[in-house]
């Protein structure tokens, strides 16, 4: 899939991850590479240790080095807009990500290319990821166990007083005429869309205190709605499913496979592999699953759909910045030779499969629905899973159940063969669903 000659970037339209407009999301990693390579900084521990894997790892030396040198070497690929070369190797990418490792997302608004910068690693790996040793890079166990290290020590710093430096009202703040808004608008739905509200009146914050009152980065973005934002629906009804996520409807798909090619173009589900091949995946195959994708600019926290007994829950670990072979140049197709730019994110349903994910089984007290199960999919850098729930608790309908940690992504609802779930929304429509609103119902 070429760029488009408006450079329009589907991570936007997919969830505001990136800039609309592809030559503002170059134009911000042009920035940052020039302001890394006058201002070099001795390696982050564990950059040293990464660096260290590449130098004594001759699989990992192959496939890091080569996933840079397959980037083709002409336009849009071979130089960013302030003339500097893009990323050739991997010291320079590990200088790169030193810069990351003490920065949080951020806004962007340059020349009136306005947008969130919501996926900076995910922004500097755009090309390398869609080469053929980016493919088997970012599927390899080693690399991921590391790179699991790096975005730990990046979380680090975005739950520290210092991450909230860009919760301000600058142009390149979070609560700056643009972030500000965007904010406002995106929470604007359900029982709230015709009010006139601000972000204070619908989060937990103190707008007079600085950075909005938060302590950090990650303190925001797990931020709570005030009471009353988002009622669960018909707390009464067991039959009726709240949905789990503030998020956009992406998929429904039926009769499901128990293990099929979900690395093939039109990403089926496979649940053997979805569910980490547990002990009750067995039970889903042939079943239903529901997919919806979560805003950059939303509610991160996950609340279960029924009532019901926490059966097991665990994360899977998995990898982060894998994207299947037909994003990329490695793409088995005739006359495909250009990367997708937004190739993390057009892999919605592939990820569901590779990605690390949280899982929960719920056993629901409607006799109807019965076993459920919940899983939470880490995106990129978006990849910390935390659940909050404990095997054998019971919980009710609308109870959170966990949260994404310095974003979101996407998630998914699994039920069993001969589950009649019906009346989910429509995938595609332009404006989320509010968390714990009507989802379907079971008959």
Same mark, same amino acid.
């Given at each position: 899939?070429?760029p488009?000659k408006?450079?329009?970037?589907?991570?936007?339209?997919?969830?505001?991850?990136m800039p609309?407009?592809?030559?503002?999301?170059?134009?911000?990693?042009?920035?940052?590479?020039?302001?890394?390579?006058?201002?070099?900084?001795e390696?982050?521990?564990?950059?040293?240790?990464?660096?260290?894997?590449?130098?004594?790892?001759?699989r990992?030396?192959?496939?890091?080095?080569?996933?840079?040198?397959?980037?083709?070497?002409?336009?849009?690929?071979?130089?960013?807009?302030?003339?500097?070369?893009?990323?050739r190797?991997?010291k320079?990418?590990?200088?790169?990500?030193?810069?990351?490792?003490?920065?949080?997302?951020s806004?962007?608004?340059?020349?009136?290319?306005?947008?969130?910068?919501?996926?900076?690693?995910n922004?500097?790996?755009?090309?390398?990821?869609?080469?053929?040793?980016?493919?088997?890079a970012?599927?390899?166990?080693?690399?991921?166990?590391m790179?699991?290290?790096?975005?730990?020590?990046?979380?680090?710093y975005l739950?520290?007083?210092?991450?909230?430096d860009?919760l301000?009202s600058t142009?390149?703040?979070?609560?700056g005429?643009?972030?500000?808004?965007?904010?406002?608008?995106?929470a604007?739905?359900?029982?709230?869309?015709?009010?006139?509200?601000?972000?204070?009146?619908?989060?937990?914050?103190?707008?007079?205190?600085?950075?909005?009152?938060?302590?950090?980065?990650?303190d925001?973005?797990?931020?709570?709605?005030?009471?009353?934002?988002?009622?669960?629906?018909?707390?009464?009804?067991?039959?009726?499913?709240?949905?789990?996520?503030?998020?956009?409807?992406?998929?429904?798909?039926?009769?499901?496979?128990?293990?099929?090619?979900?690395?093939?173009?039109s990403?089926?589900?496979?649940?053997?592999?979805?569910?980490a091949?547990?002990?009750?995946?067995?039970?889903?195959v042939?079943?239903?699953?529901y997919?919806?994708?979560?805003?950059?600019?939303?509610?991160?926290r996950?609340?279960?759909?029924?009532s019901?007994k926490?059966?097991?829950?665990?994360?899977a #670990?998995?990898?982060?910045?894998?994207?299947p072979? =037909?994003?990329? %140049? +490695?793409?088995?197709?005739?006359?495909?030779? /250009? &990367?997708d730019?937004?190739?993390?994110?057009t892999?919605?349903?592939?990820?569901?499969?590779?990605?690390?994910?949280?899982?929960?089984f719920?056993e629901? #007290?409607e006799?109807?629905i019965?076993?459920?199960? =919940?899983i939470g %999919? +880490?995106?990129a850098e978006?990849?910390?899973? /935390? &659940?909050?729930?404990?095997?054998?608790?019971h919980?009710?309908k609308?109870?959170?159940?966990?949260?994404?940690?310095?974003?979101?992504?996407t998630?998914?609802?699994?039920?069993?063969?001969?589950?009649?779930v019906?009346?989910?929304?429509?995938?595609?429509?332009?404006e989320?669903?509010?968390?714990?609103s009507?989802?379907?119902?079971v008959?």
């Amino acid at each position: 899939m070429a760029p488009s000659k408006e450079h329009t970037h589907p991570l936007h339209h997919l969830g505001s991850w990136m800039p609309s407009d592809h030559d503002a999301h170059r134009e911000w990693l042009g920035g940052v590479i020039k302001h890394v390579d006058n201002n070099e900084k001795e390696l982050h521990p564990v950059l040293k240790e990464f660096q260290d894997l590449i130098e004594t790892n001759t699989r990992v030396y192959m496939l890091l080095e080569g996933m840079f040198k397959e980037v083709p070497k002409k336009k849009p690929y071979s130089q960013d807009p302030t003339g500097h070369p893009e990323i050739r190797d991997y010291k320079h990418f590990l200088q790169v990500l030193n810069h990351m490792l003490t920065t949080a997302p951020s806004w962007t608004d340059k020349a009136h290319r306005v947008g969130l910068v919501g996926l900076p690693i995910n922004a500097v790996l755009d090309w390398p990821m869609g080469t053929p040793s980016g493919y088997a890079a970012f599927l390899d166990p080693e690399i991921n166990a590391m790179l699991k290290k790096v975005l730990n020590a990046w979380g680090e710093y975005l739950r520290s007083p210092a991450s909230a430096d860009v919760l301000n009202s600058t142009s390149n703040g979070w609560f700056g005429e643009t972030g500000h808004r965007d904010l406002t608008t995106v929470a604007k739905i359900g029982p709230t869309a015709t009010e006139t509200l601000e972000f204070h009146q619908m989060f937990h914050c103190d707008p007079s205190a600085p950075n909005y009152g938060f302590k950090s980065w990650d303190d925001f973005f797990t931020r709570l709605f005030r009471d009353g934002m988002r009622p669960v629906a018909e707390p009464d009804n067991d039959r009726v499913l709240a949905n789990a996520c503030e998020s956009r409807p992406f998929r429904l798909a039926h009769n499901v496979k128990g293990r099929d090619r979900f690395w093939i173009k039109s990403q089926p589900y496979s649940v053997l592999d979805m569910l980490a091949h547990d002990q009750y995946a067995e039970q889903f195959v042939g079943g239903t699953v529901y997919q919806a994708f979560l805003s950059a600019l939303s509610y991160h926290r996950w609340h279960t759909p029924v009532s019901g007994k926490v059966v097991k829950a665990f994360v899977a #670990d998995g990898t982060y910045y894998s994207e299947p072979l =037909f994003e990329g %140049v +490695g793409n088995p197709l005739p006359h495909a030779q /250009d &990367i997708d730019i937004a190739g993390q994110v057009t892999s919605q349903a592939y990820i569901t499969s590779t990605a690390t994910r949280a899982i929960i089984f719920i056993e629901a #007290d409607e006799p109807a629905i019965g076993l459920m199960a =919940f899983i939470g %999919v +880490g995106m990129a850098e978006v990849s910390t899973c /935390d &659940i909050t729930v404990k095997e054998g608790q019971h919980i009710t309908k609308g109870d959170e159940i966990g949260m994404f940690h310095f974003g979101g992504s996407t998630h998914c609802l699994l039920f069993r063969k001969g589950v009649n779930v019906s009346g989910f929304p429509e995938p595609g429509m332009e404006e989320n669903m509010p968390v714990r609103s009507r989802l379907a119902v079971v008959s």
